[in-house]
C-alpha cells in the first residue's frame, strides 16, 4: 500500500525505481524506470516480478438488482456504496449501461478478490433484504412508498 512495495524494492536492490503513470483503469502493463548499477537493476527487475506474480487475482462478478434499491445501496452522497465497500474490501460499481432495457434491473458490478466478491455479495443481499424489509412494513401500515 502507499507505495511500500516499491520501497522495500528499491532498498533491497539499490535501486532508484519509478514508474509511467498513464491513469488508464483497464491498463494491464506499466512501464518502470529502474537506474542503478547493471546487477542492481537486474535484481530489482526480478524482485518486481516476484512482487506482481504474488499479487492475489483480482475477479469481477455482476449482480442483477431491482433499480428500487439502487438509493438504498448508493446512500446519501454515496456513503452507504462506500461502507459497503470498506467492510468488504471489493469495488461496487453501478453499470447502468448493461441493465435490463426493462428498467427495472441495475447491474451492480463488484471487484475483487473471491473472498471480498464473497463478502459484497452478502452485504449487497443485506441491504437488499433490509429495503425489502422497511417497504414492506411502510406499505402494512397504508403508506405509499418506493417499489422493491
Known sequence: RQGTNLREIQSRSNTRIWFLDTNSVNQTKCKFFIRGTADDVQYAEILIHQTISMQPKLEKYVIKVP???ESTLIGKNGERKRRLEVKSRCKLE???ENSSSSGEEISIIL???KD????????????????LYIYNKVNRNGSEGPQP
Open 94 to 96: 453501478v453499470d447502468r
Open 67 to 69: 433499480r428500487a434499491v
Open 111 to 113: 471487484k475483487g478478490t
Open 116 to 131: 471480498q466478491i464473497e463478502t459484497g455479495k452478502k452485504l449487497v443481499e443485506e441491504a437488499i433484504q433490509q429495503h
